[in-house]
């Protein structure tokens, strides 16, 4: 499969705490993307890092990239209750873009 | 200014009917793609079009499955004969180049009785 797959699964933290996110995947890769999605609702892209780029910031979000171990972590620092939701990461090859089947984190008050 | 929409928000129909659903992308954008959503899974790709043309039609499950974009800006997902497992979410996005970032609707809820 070419998807790239979350780990892990689900995720519970204390609000204020960091949230680590990885994604693994079996191919080469044109650039890999992190999605949010709340219940419900649709996708919002949170952050695009190129094969060529290591680490990429936005905001609160640090996102990691090593094409030698075809993997990716997303860190969310310093969790609110807002940041409850599934994260997705997805690969891009090509033309295609291919989801995995997300993280659900779930941030505790 | 205006995201994508996706109508009808919910569709509830009967087995062997036939549905369309609706995407309009964010204007100027070449690039249109249509997922599909399963409970507790990511989105799965189904198509991918660069202006009028279907790039890539790969992940289509079947030929029950259709799509168009006939005038490079809406998008029309075509569903003939619809099965029990067709019931999903219907996910459109479009971007303003291949490869780049997408844009999401809030999806077609599709329910096949």
């Known amino acids: 499969s070419q998807q790239g797959e979350e780990d892990p699964q689900a995720l519970s933290i204390q609000e204020g705490e960091n949230a680590t996110m990885n994604c693994s995947y079996k191919?080469?890769?044109?650039?890999l993307q992190w999605y949010r999605q709340n219940s419900g609702r649709g996708l919002v892209h949170l952050i695009l890092i190129r094969s060529n780029e290591r680490e990429k910031h936005s905001g609160r979000l640090r996102v990691t990239l090593d094409t030698s171990k075809k993997s990716s972590s997303l860190l969310i620092t310093a969790s609110r209750a807002a940041d409850t939701a599934s994260y997705f990461c997805a690969i891009n090859r090509d033309d295609k873009i291919i989801f995995g089947k997300g993280t659900r984190l779930h941030i505790l008050p | 200014g205006a995201g994508v929409s996706q109508t009808p928000s919910n569709k509830v129909t009967e087995k062997g009917k036939y549905v369309e659903l609706r995407c309009d992308p964010i204007?100027?954008?070449?690039?249109l793609y249509w997922y599909r959503q399963s409970l507790g899974q990511g989105p799965e790709f189904l198509i991918y079009?660069?202006?009028?043309?279907?790039?890539?039609d790969s992940g289509l499950p079947n030929d029950r499955f259709f799509a168009v974009r006939p005038e490079g800006s809406v998008s029309t997902l075509k569903i003939q004969r619809t099965e029990r497992g067709d019931s999903a979410v219907y996910l459109c996005?479009?971007?303003?180049?291949?490869?780049?970032?997408?844009?999401f609707g809030p999806g077609t809820r599709l329910t096949v009785l």
């Open positions: 079009f660069q202006g009028t043309g279907a790039a890539d």
């Open positions: 996005a479009s971007s303003p180049q291949d490869r780049g970032t997408q844009y």
């Open positions: 191919t080469s890769i044109n650039n």
């Open positions: 204007s100027g954008h070449t690039a």
